[in-house]
């Protein structure tokens, strides 16, 4: 689907009950729009049903702790909320979108008394790179993640995706898919949204430390299902250079689902068995409690 964001057919949840999607606005001097003051989730969901539904509310909803505000639903509320909406658009297969966010009560860095406004949307949507099975390029990002003690790094938080967004803007100028982000210290991060993995010469599966970026749902349950398959993951800091001794990379992310990786900046790389298995274990393992039709609210 084409159409712009602001105007598609069907329903958003907002604040409790469904509204038109072109009437599903807020104020302009919203605060979350000045200060970052939001956290958000992105699932998909897979004939009907929203992979770990649960797992992400909760995360919206200690995301939100962390951010010093308190969501006016319960998590079962959520849980039925992102449901009706996925029922209501007919998606099959497609993204979910909630978002919690500071209103317009107040203007100023200080924001006590500030309602919270919740909305969730989804929409149909394919996958997100286009040469998902053949490997995608990617470069450098001039941008790191910073150190933890400035950011609330473990939060999905709106703030924090601005270098992301400046990051893979240079990335898809220069003609590539996405950037490879270092952290403050010059170890190897993350993407812009996903999480990376590489198989190393040792035969194990390697994935940077997430102690300054978010550890995320989909790369949890990649680990798991890799384990699975006999791979052993190491879980570390990783130098940039070390990308050289790497035979395969993906990306993981609810997004990217498993996306193999076949050039970072001077490095190329391969994709083979082992990312291919990986591939289609993740995409049993999302469907594998699908049921014969939509989920009711």
Known sequence: ????????????????????????????????????????????????????????????????????????????????????????????????????YRGAEMMGVSAQETKIHVAIAAWEWPDYFADRMTGIRMKWAKWRRPDPATIPCKTKAGGLYMICTLSKHDAEKDGYADALMMDYRGYIAEATGANIFMLMEDGKLHTPEPDCFLDGITKRTVSALARSHGYEIVQRHIKPEELAGASEVFLTGTAVEVTPVREIGEYTFTPGEMTRKLIEAYDAEVRSEVPATLNAA
């Open 1 to 100: 689907m084409d159409t712009s964001y602001d105007n598609r057919p069907g329903f958003i949840w907002m604040n409790g009950e469904l509204v038109p999607w072109k009437d599903a606005n807020t104020h302009v001097l919203t605060h979350a729009l000045h200060y970052a003051s939001c956290v958000f989730e992105g699932e998909r969901a897979y004939d009907g049903r929203i992979f770990k539904l649960n797992e992400h509310t909760r995360r919206l909803f200690a995301g939100a702790q962390t951010m010093d505000f308190e969501i006016p639903y319960t998590i079962e509320e959520i849980d039925a909320a992102c449901r009706l909406v996925v029922e209501k658009q007919g998606i099959r297969d497609g993204y979910i979108r909630p978002i919690a």
